[in-house]
């Protein structure tokens, strides 16, 4: 009676209605009480869930709301290899940063330095995991945080006893390292878990277990060392957020009791049949937001919703959690401080300069930026893509614009099978051209990219946009793109889905810094562009126009200018072209000094093989490194490499200076494979 008492009170409201909109599978919650065959009833006792398809389930059980609450929270993160002079050396560069920076200065106890430690040592070296797992496809990012982590006198062995209940559960031995961070207001935990298994096969956690078990074990180890929550620590808990600037457990509790109209009644002493102290705390969460200006009562104890409420106090809570995160890094103060709206289409365009740069959060490899708009106003702008945020200095200058919708890709590709395929869509005909065609995505994730396109085929279908034909067979109609776009439209408004901004770099370095520079910049552009009666932004301030003004006599100094005998400033006719040529020439003497080599400045040649040593992104765009004899050379490439360092490639011209690089052996491949075909059709 007593753990029914509690498992009514608490409610985590992560169980969704169906939304017919959207095509899903079952989520990780219903996944995991399927396993344990519960359903969301407690049985006789856990039960083991076998491994399948090379994917470790373990034995998953439900902490009960008695059991101390732990946040848990698990990213797995694929490693990746970078351009020239990468911190990380071969690669993996970001599993590099992320163990540096678990183990940094100050994080630790007393504001020492955080130590690493695994299932038996500690004090262990960053390098030694780093050359362990460098190489490895992914790894695994976990932070464990107990409510009352400071109780825990031995966190380490708490941490430890955790992954031993892990290891147990996916029956296989793991490498990881930790750190406990001490520097926020709750002690916690960081796990990085090698990509790996015992057997050396790629480490894949199953969904369920991810989102559910892991938790429940760390749970059940914080009871037995603190001792089961009281029912009055319970009924505290949830006190706390009748009044909370947050989106809480009431708040998801509150949207599903309201009907079509977000009206709710509670004029009953029992509504919803709950404890009496549940529903003290749902009327004085209603009577918060409707002081707050979120909700309005009329008739006493009946409440409309605000249609928007619950974005209004994420964006408080977001505002709050970053001006915790920034606090003390800028010296211009926070009180003008926006947080750059993520909803599809909601944001507006900014035109400023970058006054600070980090990372967004602990876990994962998203970071943030702070840009001060050229027309006023800081605005703290989270970033989805950590390469272009990594070109980028502080003082750079950027343009960051709302994502309007999504890209419609797989909508695209939806249309190309089918106009191959007299208008039907047919799964089986886009596994078959993904492998003829799209060779170059790895074996691995075909599959999953096939999925995708299914799952949105079935969404099309749900939404009446394709028919079904049965057999994965799709009629599709020719104005399905226009369609998907509106129905992807109605999903993001109806599901609040948050996106990444987009953002244009204009300039990597402050512009104030490039007046001097010999290579191509912002400025010569926008000097370019004002000669022709346009801008490259909407607006300016004074720092820029003196920048501008700076480069302009710079370059009529350097004879790449002129003031014209009208008084107006114009660019040489291969200024621009010249400027490219000096950057590309001075960053090529200096990798081929730092390399022992001889800079060759001459154009590539096409179908000639040579080694290659990175990739390096200039003004002009990205460019390869490569190594023939003694000699150092650069091409200007159409896309990022996939190639790896010192490996023997070859280019191959695709327009005026802008070559395609390709791996020499995959080339040889290719045509020996042609030319095995040649030699079929001649003996046919």
């Given at each position: 009676?007593?753990?029914?008492?509690?498992?009514?009170?608490?409610?985590?409201?992560?169980?969704?209605a169906?939304?017919?909109?959207?095509?899903?599978?079952?989520?990780?919650r219903?996944a995991?009480?399927?396993?344990?065959?519960?359903?969301?009833?407690?049985?006789?006792?856990?039960?083991?869930?076998?491994?399948?398809?090379?994917?470790?389930?373990?034995?998953?059980?439900?902490?009960?709301?008695?059991?101390?609450?732990?946040?848990?929270?698990?990213?797995?993160?694929?490693?990746?290899?970078?351009?020239?002079?990468?911190g990380?050396?071969?690669g993996?560069?970001?599993?590099?940063h992320?163990?540096?920076?678990?183990?940094?200065n100050?994080?630790?106890?007393?504001?020492?330095?955080?130590?690493?430690?695994?299932?038996?040592?500690?004090?262990?070296?960053?390098?030694?995991?780093?050359?362990?797992?460098?190489?490895?496809r992914?790894?695994?990012?976990?932070?464990?945080?107990?409510?009352?982590?400071?109780?825990?006198?031995?966190?380490?062995g708490?941490?430890?006893?955790?992954?031993?209940?892990?290891?147990?559960?996916?029956?296989?031995?793991?490498?990881?390292?930790?750190?406990?961070?001490?520097?926020?207001?709750?002690?916690?935990?960081?796990?990085?878990?090698?990509?790996?298994?015992?057997?050396?096969n790629?480490?894949?956690?199953?969904?369920?277990?991810?989102?559910?078990?892991?938790?429940?074990r760390?749970?059940?180890?914080?009871?037995?060392?603190?001792?089961e929550?009281?029912?009055?620590?319970?009924?505290?808990?949830?006190?706390?957020?009748?009044?909370?600037?947050?989106?809480?457990?009431?708040d998801?509790?509150?949207?599903?009791?309201?009907?079509?109209?977000?009206v709710?009644?509670?004029?009953?002493?029992?509504?919803?049949?709950?404890?009496?102290?549940?529903?003290?705390?749902?009327?004085?969460?209603l009577?918060?937001?409707?002081?707050?200006?979120?909700?309005?009562?009329?008739?006493?104890?009946?409440?409309?919703?605000s249609?928007?409420?619950?974005d209004?106090?994420?964006?408080?809570?977001?505002?709050?959690?970053?001006?915790?995160?920034?606090y003390?890094?800028?010296?211009?103060?926070?009180d003008?401080?926006?947080?750059y709206?993520?909803?599809a289409g909601?944001g507006?365009?900014?035109?400023?300069?970058?006054?600070?740069?980090?990372?967004?959060?602990?876990?994962?490899?998203?970071?943030?930026l702070?840009v001060?708009?050229?027309?006023?106003?800081k605005?703290?702008?989270?970033?989805?893509?950590?390469?272009?945020?990594?070109?980028?200095?502080?003082?750079?200058?950027?343009?960051?614009?709302?994502?309007?919708?999504?890209?419609?890709?797989?909508?695209?590709?939806?249309?190309?099978?089918?106009?191959?395929?007299?208008?039907?869509?047919?799964?089986?005909?886009?596994?078959?051209?993904?492998?003829?065609?799209?060779?170059?995505?790895?074996?691995?994730?075909?599959?999953g990219?096939l999925?995708?396109?299914?799952?949105r085929?079935?969404t099309?279908?749900?939404?009446?946009?394709?028919?079904?034909?049965?057999?994965?067979?799709?009629?599709?109609?020719?104005?399905v793109?226009?369609?998907?776009?509106?129905?992807?439209?109605?999903?993001?408004?109806?599901?609040r889905?948050?996106?990444?901004?987009?953002?244009?770099?204009?300039?990597?370095?402050?512009?104030?810094?490039?007046?001097?520079?010999?290579?191509?910049?912002?400025l010569?552009?926008?000097?370019?562009?004002?000669?022709?009666?346009?801008?490259?932004?909407?607006?300016?301030?004074a720092?820029?126009?003196?920048a501008?003004?700076?480069?302009?006599d710079?370059?009529?100094?350097?004879?790449?200018?002129?003031?014209?005998?009208?008084?107006?400033?114009?660019?040489?006719?291969?200024?621009?072209?010249?400027?490219?040529?000096?950057?590309?020439?001075?960053?090529?003497?200096?990798?081929?000094?730092?390399?022992?080599?001889?800079?060759?400045?001459?154009?590539?040649?096409s179908?000639?093989?040579?080694?290659?040593?990175?990739?390096?992104?200039?003004?002009?765009?990205?460019?390869?490194?490569?190594?023939?004899?003694?000699?150092?050379?650069?091409?200007?490439?159409d896309?990022?490499?996939e190639?790896?360092?010192?490996q023997?490639?070859?280019?191959n011209e695709?327009?005026?200076?802008?070559?395609?690089?390709?791996?020499?052996?995959?080339?040889?491949?290719?045509?020996?494979?042609?030319?095995?075909?040649?030699?079929?059709?001649?003996?046919?």
């Amino acid at each position: 009676m007593f753990l029914d008492r509690l498992n009514n009170e608490e409610d985590t409201g992560e169980n969704s209605a169906a939304r017919p909109l959207v095509v899903t599978r079952d989520s990780p919650r219903k996944a995991f009480f399927k396993k344990l065959n519960r359903h969301g009833h407690r049985s006789s006792g856990p039960k083991k869930v076998k491994r399948r398809d090379g994917v470790y389930r373990g034995n998953s059980f439900a902490g009960m709301a008695s059991a101390q609450r732990v946040v848990v929270k698990i990213n797995p993160v694929k490693n990746k290899t970078k351009g020239v002079g990468s911190g990380a050396g071969s690669g993996a560069q970001n599993l590099y940063h992320h163990i540096h920076y678990i183990s940094r200065n100050k994080a630790g106890k007393d504001g020492d330095k955080a130590i690493l430690f695994n299932g038996e040592d500690e004090g262990l070296a960053r390098q030694e995991f780093f050359e362990l797992c460098k190489n490895d496809r992914h790894h695994f990012r976990m932070i464990i945080s107990p409510e009352r982590g400071e109780d825990i006198e031995d966190f380490q062995g708490y941490i430890r006893k955790v992954m031993k209940c892990v290891e147990r559960d996916l029956k296989v031995k793991l490498n990881w390292v930790g750190a406990i961070h001490y520097d926020t207001d709750d002690t916690h935990a960081h796990v990085i878990i090698q990509g790996r298994d015992g057997w050396g096969n790629d480490l894949v956690i199953g969904r369920d277990y991810i989102a559910f078990g892991i938790r429940a074990r760390a749970q059940e180890i914080a009871t037995e060392l603190l001792g089961e929550r009281s029912l009055d620590d319970i009924q505290k808990s949830i006190e706390k957020e009748v009044d909370a600037l947050r989106v809480t457990s009431l708040d998801r509790f509150i949207e599903r009791q309201a009907n079509e109209d977000r009206v709710v009644d509670v004029r009953k002493e029992n509504n919803f049949d709950k404890s009496a102290h549940y529903e003290a705390s749902l009327k004085g969460r209603l009577r918060y937001l409707e002081t707050a200006g979120l909700a309005k009562e009329d008739p006493p104890g009946v409440y409309t919703l605000s249609e928007d409420y619950q974005d209004v106090l994420y964006k408080i809570a977001t505002r709050n959690d970053v001006t915790k995160q920034l606090y003390g890094r800028l010296e211009e103060g926070l009180d003008d401080l926006e947080v750059y709206s993520l909803k599809a289409g909601e944001g507006s365009v900014i035109e400023g300069r970058v006054l600070d740069k980090g990372p967004a959060d602990e876990l994962t490899d998203r970071k943030y930026l702070v840009v001060e708009a050229l027309q006023g106003g800081k605005h703290y702008v989270p970033v989805g893509e950590p390469y272009s945020y990594e070109r980028i200095d502080k003082g750079a200058l950027v343009r960051v614009r709302p994502f309007d919708q999504s890209s419609g890709r797989a909508d695209y590709n939806i249309v190309l099978i089918a106009r191959q395929n007299d208008g039907i869509y047919d799964i089986e005909k886009h596994r078959s051209y993904i492998e003829k065609e799209q060779s170059y995505i790895d074996e691995d994730a075909r599959e999953g990219y096939l999925a995708s396109h299914i799952k949105r085929i079935e969404t099309l279908e749900k939404n009446d946009a394709v028919s079904d034909m049965g057999q994965g067979r799709y009629k599709v109609p020719d104005d399905v793109i226009e369609k998907g776009k509106e129905i992807s439209a109605k999903i993001n408004a109806r599901e609040r889905k948050r996106f990444y901004p987009k953002l244009d770099i204009l300039s990597h370095h402050a512009p104030e810094d490039l007046t001097d520079a010999a290579k191509k910049t912002w400025l010569d552009k926008e000097l370019y562009a004002r000669s022709q009666k346009k801008s490259g932004v909407e607006q300016t301030d004074a720092r820029l126009e003196k920048a501008l003004e700076k480069r302009q006599d710079w370059l009529c100094a350097n004879n790449l200018a002129l003031i014209q005998s009208n008084g107006e400033f114009a660019l040489r006719k291969s200024a621009l072209r010249d400027l490219t040529v000096m950057e590309v020439h001075q960053e090529g003497k200096f990798l081929a000094t730092k390399a022992g080599l001889k800079f060759n400045a001459q154009k590539v040649l096409s179908n000639q093989e040579f080694t290659y040593l990175g990739h390096t992104e200039l003004e002009s765009g990205k460019w390869a490194v490569v190594m023939r004899g003694s000699e150092l050379q650069m091409a200007r490439l159409d896309k990022a490499p996939e190639v790896e360092k010192g490996q023997k490639i070859v280019f191959n011209e695709i327009d005026r200076g802008t070559f395609q690089m390709k791996a020499a052996e995959q080339v040889k491949q290719q045509e020996r494979a042609q030319n095995s075909d040649k030699d079929q059709e001649r003996e046919l």
